[in-house]
Nanobody
Framework: QVQLVESGGGLVQAGGSLRLSCAASARTFSSYTMGWFRQAPGKEREFAAA???????YYADSVKGRFTISRDNAKKTVYLQMNSLKPEDTAVYYC??????????????????WGQGTQVTVSS
């Protein structure tokens, strides 16, 4: 069983930045595809960003150019740097881990493991 613990959420003004972190308990963290999903009030959970075990990155069109996903395998941690935040970025952000590869994460949007979520609120 893999545990994922997010941190770094909070309240920020539009145009500001936040960095989310997700610490994983996985013994073989480096082999996992890691991702970030988000769920806004009244909406379904949606994909935001992913990083493969090899370090390739993928982004939703809505965050491309503003968000950056990265990983530190030695620390078993994945990050989401969020810049130029907009009120529509307000959501609970969930860290996710998948053993089946990035293609499956992107296609199915149902990773093997989820974190508990961290709230990000962007005020206008």
């Amino acid at each position: 069983q893999v545990q994922l613990v997010e941190s770094g959420g909070g309240l920020v003004q539009a145009g500001g930045s936040l960095r989310l972190s997700c610490a994983a308990s996985a013994r073989t963290f480096s082999s996992y595809t890691m991702g970030w999903f988000r769920q806004a009030p009244g909406k379904e959970r949606e994909f935001a960003a992913a990083i493969s075990s090899g370090g390739s990155t993928y982004y939703a069109d809505s965050v491309k150019g503003r968000f950056t996903i990265s990983r530190d395998n030695a620390k078993k941690t994945v990050y989401l740097q969020m810049n130029s935040l907009k009120p529509e970025d307000t959501a609970v952000y969930y860290c996710a881990a998948d053993t089946r590869g990035v293609a499956v994460m992107l296609r199915e949007g149902n990773p093997d493991y989820w974190g508990q979520g961290t709230q990000v609120t962007v005020s206008s």
